[in-house]
């Protein structure tokens, strides 16, 4: 067993499940993701004990859990081993005790933390939002960017019929034009417009996979990537992702373990400011990411959401890759305004037609309106300005709930950047959320797991937590 991904996070007593259902939880998981193929050997008891510092006495009833699930068998005087055909029979199991509810239920979902972000207007900011506050936005930016391309004789022309399949070409040209400043080369013609950059990542997930095929995914990662891939039936596979990127061995070993026909063809990543952690891929571990993906043909989708909320000179896959098997994606939700749904892909010149053929079988066209109003914001430099605004604002309201934190006893698991911040409160964030949920949304580390494992984390949006009674709510509901 590989101790890079098999012990990634310790054990805790400050779940509400037992070391035992997290010990026997941990082995389901490695089994469905054939980390551990049938025939391979559990550790033994003592070792296993060491290893997760527990007690022997836990370990024997993790054990016995995996026997009654029908994962394991015993051989007398020889351990514990991974019973044939047990794969499909792990995949179906979501805990130790799935033959009965759970103690707790996870109480704020992917979906719910969607639905939290839904507030109507001039409801007060909360922790777990995952956008800019409304009055940091440019409405007047806006308001004349609609004016102006909203003329009789342009309305017309973008209302009164369907638009382009691939999108405005102004819209395009103006994106391409903006990919620059990243380093990105992308012609007009290598970019199809999307409803958002969600939008953007299931065109390609229908376009490049089918059901039950296999996909690496940054772990921890964004909650709604997990649930949407789970949803159209693909395996995720859970990379772990450190400070500069991704953990390559154990990436390598993910890839190893899938029978040749289920091995990953797609690793979706975000290469700048990972949400929750806020971490960057470094240029070392960006060129590390294309040779593992060259020699194992991988395609790598590179979910750029917060570029416009990191510097232009950060690494991108896409740069250095020249989008040979780098397909970027990007949108303007967290920086201009969340209801327009402008959000884009930059490909290969081989996949644009099949993009755009998924993209007419799931939505026809995009809404040209407010594609000619984000051009026009990009060409005379509004979004640009808007921008720097904005970073001003993100700097010192970091500042601000950095002091918040240390000064109500928590601490960051990872150097706190961009929008959010990934803090460690010392205590079980599902319980957290459960207590403050009728007042607070919050958004407990559980859900940014591939699978649900107790965490003492959660994340913070830092333009959204000043407000003292969160804290002092949450300092009661610690007690």
């Given at each position: 067993m590989n101790d890079?991904?098999?012990?990634?996070?310790?054990?805790?007593?400050?779940?509400?499940?037992?070391?035992?259902?997290?010990?026997?939880?941990?082995?389901?998981?490695?089994?469905?993701?054939?980390?551990l193929p049938p025939g391979a050997r559990l550790p033994s008891v003592r070792e296993c004990a060491r290893r997760h510092q527990v007690s022997p006495h836990t370990v024997v009833a993790a054990y016995d859990q995996l026997l009654a699930?029908?994962?394991?068998?015993?051989?007398?005087?020889?351990?514990?081993?991974?019973?044939?055909?047990?794969?499909?029979?792990?995949?179906?199991?979501?805990?130790?005790?799935?033959?009965?509810?759970?103690?707790?239920?996870?109480?704020?979902?992917?979906?719910?933390?969607?639905?939290?972000?839904?507030?109507?207007?001039?409801?007060?900011?909360?922790?777990?939002?995952?956008?800019?506050?409304?009055?940091?936005?440019?409405?007047?930016?806006?308001?004349?960017?609609?004016?102006?391309?909203?003329?009789?004789?342009?309305?017309?022309?973008?209302?009164?019929?369907?638009?382009?399949?691939?999108?405005?070409l102004r819209l395009?040209?103006?994106?391409?034009?903006?990919?620059?400043?990243?380093?990105?080369?992308a012609s007009p013609q290598q970019i199809v417009t999307t409803i958002g950059a969600t939008h953007a990542l299931d065109v390609l997930t229908r376009t490049l996979l089918r059901a039950g095929d296999s996909v690496l995914v940054d772990e921890p990662g964004w909650s709604v990537e997990y649930a949407r891939l789970a949803a159209l039936g693909m395996r995720v596979l859970p990379v772990p992702r450190g400070d500069d990127g991704p953990d390559l061995v154990a990436m390598q070993h993910l890839i190893d373990a899938q029978k040749p026909a289920q091995r990953p063809r797609l690793y979706v990543t975000v290469s700048v400011l990972n949400n929750p952690t806020g971490a960057s891929?470094?240029?070392q571990a960006a060129h590390r990411v294309l040779q593992l993906a060259q020699a194992n043909d991988l395609h790598i989708v590179e979910?750029?959401?917060?570029?416009?909320?990191?510097?232009?000179?950060?690494?991108?896959?896409?740069?250095?890759?020249?989008?040979?098997?780098?397909?970027?994606?990007?949108?303007?939700?967290?920086?201009?305004?969340?209801?327009?749904?402008?959000?884009?892909?930059a490909a290969p010149h081989a996949l644009v037609d099949r993009?755009?053929?998924?993209?007419?079988?799931?939505?026809?066209?995009?809404?040209?309106?407010?594609?000619?109003?984000?051009?026009?914001c990009l060409e005379q430099g509004g979004l640009r300005r808007h921008t720097e605004r904005v970073a001003d604002k993100l700097a010192q309201a970091r500042e601000r709930a950095i002091a918040l934190?240390?000064?109500?006893?928590?601490?960051?698991?990872?150097?706190?950047?961009?929008?959010?911040?990934?803090?460690?409160?010392?205590?079980?964030?599902?319980?957290?959320?459960?207590?403050?949920l009728d007042d607070w949304l919050i958004a407990p580390g559980a859900l940014f797991h591939a699978t649900h494992r107790p965490t003492t984390l959660m994340r913070i949006n830092f333009a959204t937590s000043h407000d003292p009674r969160f804290w002092r709510a949450l300092d009661a509901a610690r007690r």
């Open positions: 890079a991904v098999t012990l990634s996070l310790p054990l805790t007593r400050a779940a509400d499940t037992t070391l035992t259902e997290q010990l026997a939880a941990r082995f389901i998981e490695r089994i469905r993701q054939r980390l699930l029908g994962l394991v068998e015993a051989r007398k005087q020889r351990g514990f081993f991974v019973r044939e055909s047990t794969v499909a029979r792990a995949s179906s199991v979501t805990a130790p005790s799935a033959g009965r509810a759970p103690a707790m239920p996870l109480p704020v979902s992917a979906t719910a933390l969607i639905r939290g972000m839904f507030q109507p207007p001039g409801a007060r900011p909360m922790p777990g939002l995952g956008t800019l506050p409304a009055d940091w936005l440019d409405l007047p930016l806006l308001t004349a960017a609609l004016r102006k391309v909203s003329s009789s004789a342009q309305l017309g022309a973008v209302s009164l019929q369907y638009g382009e399949p691939a999108g405005e395009r040209t103006a994106l391409s034009a903006k990919l620059a400043d990243f380093g990105v080369t891929l470094s240029l979910d750029d959401t917060y570029a416009h909320l990191a510097p232009a000179h950060l690494p991108r896959l896409a740069a250095l890759d020249a989008l040979e098997r780098t397909v970027y994606v990007s949108g303007f939700s967290k920086i201009l305004v969340p209801n327009w749904r402008v959000g884009f892909i993009l755009i053929d998924t993209k007419l079988l799931t939505t026809l066209t995009t809404p040209g309106l407010t594609e000619l109003a984000l051009a026009h934190v240390e000064a109500h006893g928590c601490s960051f698991a990872a150097p706190p950047r961009g929008l959010f911040g990934w803090v460690d409160v010392g205590t079980d964030t599902e319980r957290l959320a459960q207590v403050l």
